[in-house]
């Protein structure tokens, strides 16, 4: 079982940039599909972007496509999620998943999940 652990989340102005991190435990997370997820207060979780286990292929939901970039280095055991361009609209926590099949867009897809991290951008 893999433990995952979010961090790099703030408070931010309109227009800026973060960084999150998911840093693996326990298990190596080469042996999964990796996928970044948010839910903003009062709404479902929702799926902002994948990467498949040697990182080869990426996905992102149409409201981050262009300015999110995810990525991953097995070595450190670490996914991040690059933001720029960010807008109010992309406050939420955001959530790290682990996927031990094909993880896709779909929350069901992924087995493993972090504690999530806030991200608040001020207008």
């Known amino acids: 079982q893999v433990q995952l652990v979010e961090s790099g989340g703030g408070l931010v102005q309109a227009g800026g940039s973060l960084r999150l991190s998911c840093a693996g435990s326990g298990r190596t997370l080469s042996n999964y599909y990796m996928g970044w997820f948010r839910q903003a207060p009062g709404k479902e979780r929702e799926f902002v972007a994948a990467?498949?286990?040697?990182?080869?292929?990426?996905y992102y939901a149409d409201s981050v496509k262009g300015r999110f970039t995810i990525s991953r280095d097995n070595a450190k055991n670490t996914v991040y999620l690059q933001m720029i361009s960010l807008k109010p609209e992309d406050t939420a926590v955001y959530y790290c998943?682990?996927?031990?099949?094909?993880?896709?867009?779909?929350?069901?897809?992924?087995?493993?999940w972090g504690q999530g991290t806030q991200v608040t951008v001020s207008s």
């Open positions: 990467i498949s286990w040697s990182g080869g292929n990426t």
């Open positions: 998943a682990a996927a031990t099949r094909l993880g896709g867009r779909r929350r069901e897809s992924y087995d493993y």
